[in-house]
């Protein structure tokens, strides 16, 4: 975080002390100020009401990318929750990004899109069938490499011997699976991670959620954004 004394300074609390160093800062004050930097003020409007004239990059074109993935119906992420994810993405800069479940890749071309709006990082994508278009794949090959298996094998996948600094997880929705897929991103976790879970409506995506939270306490639970997703921080201690 580049300019983190100016937000520390305009959120902070007269009882908090003048940190020199970022890494000094108590965990759940960083945790604020990644809120506020992260998810209200460089693209607060993202969060509000969608429109299509005031975003650049990426989120300017969404609506024609999506047109591109086939029908409205085909996106299983509603605008909000991509807006989100964009977000994240964008504002988080990150090197490597798991995805588990693309179906016919909204969710995809979005983490691509962030990604290619950064100019750095990639994103494996993982899913059980293959469904993206040719075109979409077109348009995510520099930034993408989708993988057709099971999240349960990648245990032992060599591929996935590496770290992963955003993961967003949207595969099988089954209690069991929801929670090897948290699992194995905090087995793949750097020293800080975000986990987007997709579908928090589910009772058995927030019953894994809540036994993964048990099981890694490093996690910190950040609640509900966008429309449905759950977002698991892990902080560097
Ligand atoms: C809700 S859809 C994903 C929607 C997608 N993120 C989007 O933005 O449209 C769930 C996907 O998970 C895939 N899936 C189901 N079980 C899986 C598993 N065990 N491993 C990986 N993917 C799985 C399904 O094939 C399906 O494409």
Redesign the pocket.
Known sequence: MQDWKDLYNIIRDPSWPDYENYNDIPVNIRLEMFEEHGFKQPHNNLLLEYTDQDYAGFVYNLENWLKEIGSDTD???SRRDLLFIYTTIYNTKPNSVLE????????TLTIAGALADNNVGHVWS????D?LNDTVKNHIKDYATLITT???CLWNNTEFDRTFDVCFV???HSYK?VLNDLEFCAARAPAEQIILA?DNDYHEVQDACHMFLQKFPEYTDCGNWGDNIRVLRKLAT
């Open positions: 996106a299983l992420c588990i479940g693309r179906y016919k890749g909204s969710s993982i899913d059980i069938v469904l099971s999240s349960d949207d595969g099988n699976m997709h």
